[in-house]
Nanobody
Framework: VQLQASGGGLVQAGDSLRLSCAAS????????MGWFRQAPGKEREFVAF????????QYADSVKGRFDISRDNAKNTVYLQMDSLKPEDTATYYC???????????????WGQGTQVTVSS
């Protein structure tokens, strides 16, 4: 599975962004899809994941109520809608595909290249 993330950019605090991650191949619907982020000097951290048919989601406490993960299996794409952005959300955001629901990055098998999100105060 190859993943291509897009949609990052420079925004102001309180603004919104929607990230997209397009996957190649016909097996997209068999994967759990996750979003992680990594700020400079920090470890990669879990943001959200969504189960195979979109029926289950989980979020990091820091983004709960502000971010929404969704997927369109017909388009092989997973999305991350980010609202009420804060400067502390600044990071490179990565999408990932794995076989089991997990908040641990090592449980994911495939990764996109990352898209930069910068939130100014």
């Amino acid at each position: 599975v190859q993943l291509q993330a897009s949609g990052g950019g420079l925004v102001q605090a309180g603004d919104s962004l929607r990230l997209s991650c397009a996957a190649s191949g016909s097996t997209f619907r068999t994967y759990i899809m996750g979003w992680f982020r990594q700020a400079p000097g920090k470890e990669r951290e879990f943001v959200a994941f969504i189960t195979w048919n979109g029926g289950g989601t989980q979020y990091a406490d820091s983004v709960k109520g502000r971010f929404d993960i969704s997927r369109d299996n017909a388009k092989n794409t997973v999305y991350l809608q980010m609202d009420s952005l804060k400067p502390e959300d600044t990071a490179t955001y990565y999408c990932a595909a794995g076989r089991r629901p997990s908040t641990v990055n090592t449980q994911y098998d495939y990764w996109g290249q990352g898209t930069q999100v910068t939130v100014s105060s």
